[in-house]
C-alpha cells in the first residue's frame, strides 16, 4: 500500500513537467467540470480544504432549489479554453509559442436583488511557457457572458476583463481570476432554466477600447 501512495506521489509530481514537455503540441483541453461557489469556492481560491459549506434553505415543496434559479451552470465557451501567443505577432504554432493559457477550474455564486442578479464568476487555470520562452508577466484576457440558449442564443451580457500573471522559472504558473460585477435582469420564469454562463480566454479583450467621437 505504501508503494503504491508514494507512486501515486512521484506520478502527480511529474504533471506540470509532463504539461510543459507537451507545450509544443498543445492539445486541446478537455470540458471543465462546472463548480458552484457556495460549496466549492473556498476550496478552489485558496480556502481551507476542511471546512464545511454553509447550509442552504430547502426549497419549498415542488419549488427548485434558488441557486437552479438564480444562478445558473457555468460552463466553458466552446473554442475558446486556450489562449496561445506566437513570438514576433507569429502564429502560435510550434517552436513559435511564447506561451499557452488553460482554464481549469469554475465556480458562481449569484445574489439576487431589485435589480436584478448580479453574479461572482471564478476563474482558476495556468500559464504554460512555450518553446519560444514566455515573458515575465503576461496578460490574459477572460469573457464572462450571461447566455440564454436553445434556438437563437441570445446574448443577456458579456464583459472583458483581464489578468497579469507573473511568470516564474519553472514555466508553469497558476492563476485564479474572480469577476464580481455581471448583472443582468431577473430572467422569466419560463427561460431561467435556459440561461447559462459562458467563461473563455477573448484575445479582443486586450485591445485599447475605442475612443469616443469628440463633440462639435
Known amino acids: 500500500m505504501g508503494k503504491q501512495l508514494r507512486s501515486s506521489r512521484n506520478v502527480l509530481r511529474g504533471v506540470p513537467a509532463i504539461a510543459l514537455a507537451l507545450s ?3 492539445a486541446a483541453v478537455s470540458p471543465v467540470a462546472a463548480q458552484s461557489l457556495t ?11 476542511d471546512e ?5 434553505p430547502a426549497p419549498a415543496p415542488g419549488q427548485p432549489a434558488e441557486d437552479d434559479v438564480d444562478c445558473p451552470q457555468v460552463t466553458v465557451r466552446a ?17 513559435e509559442i511564447r506561451f499557452q493559457a488553460t482554464i481549469t477550474k469554475m465556480a458562481r ?20 511557457a512555450g518553446p519560444a520562452g514566455a515573458p515575465a508577466t503576461v496578460e490574459v484576457p477572460l469573457r ?36 464580481e460585477d455581471l448583472s443582468y435582469p431577473v430572467p422569466p420564469p419560463a427561460v431561467a432554466d435556459t440561461y447559462v454562463f459562458y467563461v473563455g480566454f477573448d484575445p479582443q479583450a486586450l485591445s485599447p477600447e475605442p475612443k469616443g467621437r469628440k463633440k462639435k
Open 24 to 26: 509544443v503540441s498543445f
Open 39 to 49: 460549496d466549492r469556492f473556498k476550496n478552489l481560491f485558496g480556502g481551507k480544504s
Open 109 to 128: 455564486e449569484c445574489a439576487r436583488s431589485s435589480a436584478g442578479i448580479t453574479a461572482r464568476i471564478g476563474i482558476q487555470g495556468r500559464v504554460i
Open 79 to 95: 473554442g475558446a479554453s486556450t489562449f496561445a501567443v506566437g513570438a514576433g505577432g507569429k502564429p502560435a504554432v510550434g517552436n
Open 52 to 56: 464545511a459549506p454553509a447550509p442552504k
Open 144 to 179: 464572462i457572458a450571461i447566455v440564454q440558449g436553445g434556438v437563437g442564443e441570445k446574448v443577456i451580457a458579456s464583459k472583458a476583463y483581464r489578468t497579469t500573471v507573473e511568470m516564474t522559472d519553472g514555466g508553469s504558473v497558476p492563476f485564479t481570476f474572480i469577476a
